[in-house]
């Protein structure tokens, strides 16, 4: 029996039970106007009622409904139970997963090129996506989008199957508005041992710096970062210093590739007060787009020079913010750990209560993180067991502050990107959690460390972080500082190509790898074995990158230093295997190609 529970008005999960009393979680469907915002958040809010998925006994003719073709042997009714649902449900996909306990196999093609479903009438088809199908290990997930489940009723599609001359009729544009093939699920983040794999920073970096002929960034500051993608524009907010820069004030910028930003036309959205508690630096500030439900866009932000935290809502994301009359509505206290400021809020949804993790400290300048809850986000009420993480141990890399920085939910998995503080220097890492109160810190920490003597990074890397999904790729973007603190600017680091390109290519002494543009860019000599027996007179340089349609992709180009001639290889990898190899010898530049 396939179950699938509804976890908020766009979100269901679907758990697969058999006799043997065996669960499996698969996913859910998504309306598609949210569709890409969801992939990008994973956002899971667990709430109200239940919805009723089951694969009933497979036929082998009609038996209620017309049967749509006699070249297919079989169909399995697929019946949907939405009688504890008062919402009608239009164009959703379902995410239908097939195994051994729940299908033959043996039935149909080998990669079930003849699988079709129909609506409740049994002959008009649906539109599905087929995204694996594995015969010998008898897995296969497949999307199917169900044109309408009326609200508190039943509903029947069938599952047809056993024509072996049918051909694939699997689309996912069809099947979803925006279709993406799903590639953000190569990178795994829910393994306790390398949950990120290695982060490789941006050989143009910074990405976004501060534009100093505008007054409100005349400082040179851009501090803070938070990150929102809404249908195919990716919102990025961020702080920026006034030329006193005793003062800041909040920032929009938008992009369409999460690389080229353009400023808002009403910046700045949020500057400090004539007088109060936030009269210098408005700053350090989580976003959360609630129109879904309350029909706003929310702020929480840092005021200065009380440090505590107050509220802003609008309608329009880029304009027209306004502050709550009855800010901060979270303050330092007398309590021991945070009596001196509350600051740096990070929020999260979950059903109807809003969680904010914040960073508290004490006169003597240490930071831990807190937690606390609301329904309103006006009211707060702070987790009894504050602080929810604290100092890592003397002389390590967060000995002094902690500071959340970003959320994801991934899985049952809560993944907190964190700034921490030596005394010295500021670096970015990552703790997970069931539950938003107990943090376990990766032991691989710090994930993003400062850069290197001159560089733009070399004095801090963190301060806030951002995990987003580009196109199927995870990125993870972050503010850095120089040495002398005279300017901040955002920079980008790369995780996916990282985590699986570093052992596909080894290097030798003599090479570099580097980050540029989306790829992976090694160069220098002996970097990959070319079949050359002797390095003394090439230089090789190849650039490579997990490819959107194929897998990984790698353009070689060798170098012959006494010749000027030079050679270009080409190769694509799709699951393991080599299904593109090209070679082509020419005499100057770089080769074109259509991949690269």
């Not at 970003?406 to 670096?427: A, E, S």
């Not at 994930?447 to 806030?464: K, R």
């Not at 005279?486 to 052992?503: H, M, N, P, R, W």
Request: aromatic share 14%; glycine share 8%.
């Amino acid at each position: 029996m396939l179950i699938i529970h509804k976890l908020d008005y766009y979100s269901y999960f679907v758990i697969l039970k058999t006799k043997g009393i065996k669960y499996l979680l698969i996913n859910k469907p998504m309306k598609k106007k949210v569709k890409l915002l969801i992939y990008f958040l994973l956002i899971v809010s667990f709430i109200v009622v239940s919805f009723d998925f089951r694969f009933n006994k497979e036929s082998a003719k009609a038996d209620e409904a017309s049967w749509y073709h006699t070249s297919w042997k079989y169909r399995k009714p697929i019946t949907i139970d939405n009688t504890g649902n008062l919402d009608d449900l239009t164009n959703y996909q379902i995410k239908v997963t097939l195994s051994s306990s729940n299908f033959d196999f043996s039935k149909a093609q080998s990669s079930g090129e003849d699988l079709r479903f129909t609506d409740s009438d049994g002959t008009t088809l649906i539109d599905y996506w087929i995204e694996s199908y594995d015969n010998s290990g008898q897995t296969a997930t497949t999307w199917v989008e169900v044109p309408s489940i009326s609200s508190s009723s039943t509903k029947t599609i069938y599952m047809y199957y056993g024509n072996s001359i049918a051909s694939d009729a699997s689309n996912g544009d069809n099947t979803f508005e925006f279709f993406d093939d799903f590639e953000f699920e190569r990178v795994n983040l829910s393994s306790s041992e390398e949950p990120l794999g290695h982060l490789i920073k941006d050989s143009d970096n910074p990405i976004f710096e501060a534009d100093t002929l505008l007054s409100h960034e005349g400082g040179d500051h851009l501090v803070d970062i938070d990150i929102t993608k809404i249908g195919s524009t990716y919102y990025m907010l961020y702080s920026s210093s006034y030329t006193d820069t005793a003062y800041r004030c909040i920032c929009l910028a938008t992009s369409t590739d999460g690389i080229t930003w353009t400023r808002g036309d009403h910046n700045p959205l949020l500057t400090y007060s004539v007088a109060g508690w936030d009269s210098q630096r408005v700053t350090y500030m989580a976003f959360l787009d609630d129109t879904d439900d309350s029909g706003k866009y929310y702020i929480l932000y840092t005021g200065t020079p009380n440090w505590d935290i107050g509220l802003a809502e609008s309608t329009e994301i880029d304009n027209n913010w306004t502050k709550y009359g009855g800010n901060p509505v979270l303050a330092h206290t007398s309590a021991i750990w945070h009596n001196s400021s509350v600051h740096n809020p990070v929020l999260w949804k979950k059903g109807n209560t809003y969680y904010m993790l914040f960073a508290g400290s004490q006169s003597d300048n240490q930071y831990k993180i807190g937690l606390a809850t609301s329904t309103d986000m006006v009211n707060w009420t702070e987790y009894e067991g504050n602080p929810v993480m604290t100092l890592g141990a003397d002389g390590t890399w967060d000995d002094v502050r902690v500071v959340p920085e970003d959320i994801k939910k991934i899985g049952d998995v809560y993944y907190l990107f964190y700034g921490g503080w030596d005394g010295f220097h500021y670096r970015i890492g990552i703790a997970t959690s069931s539950d938003l109160h107990s943090w376990t810190k990766y032991t691989g920490n710090p994930i993003i460390d400062i850069g290197g003597s001159g560089s733009w990074d070399q004095y801090l890397a963190g301060d806030h972080s951002e995990l987003v999904d580009i196109d199927g790729y995870w990125r993870v973007y972050y503010t850095g500082v120089n040495v002398g603190d005279t300017k901040s600017a955002i920079g980008l680091s790369f995780l996916q190509e990282a985590s699986d390109l570093y052992s596909k290519f080894p290097l030798t002494d003599d090479a570099t790898r580097s980050i540029s543009g989306g790829y992976l860019v090694v160069s220098g000599a002996g970097s990959i074995a070319t079949g050359i027996s002797s390095w003394s007179n090439y230089i090789v340089e190849t650039k490579a990158r997990l490819d959107t349609d194929y897998g990984i992709a790698v353009f070689t180009a060798v170098t012959d230093m006494t010749t000027g001639s030079q050679d270009y290889n080409r190769f694509i990898w799709k699951g393991g295997q080599m299904i593109i190899s090209n070679s082509i010898n020419e005499s100057g530049g770089m080769a074109s190609s259509s991949r690269f």
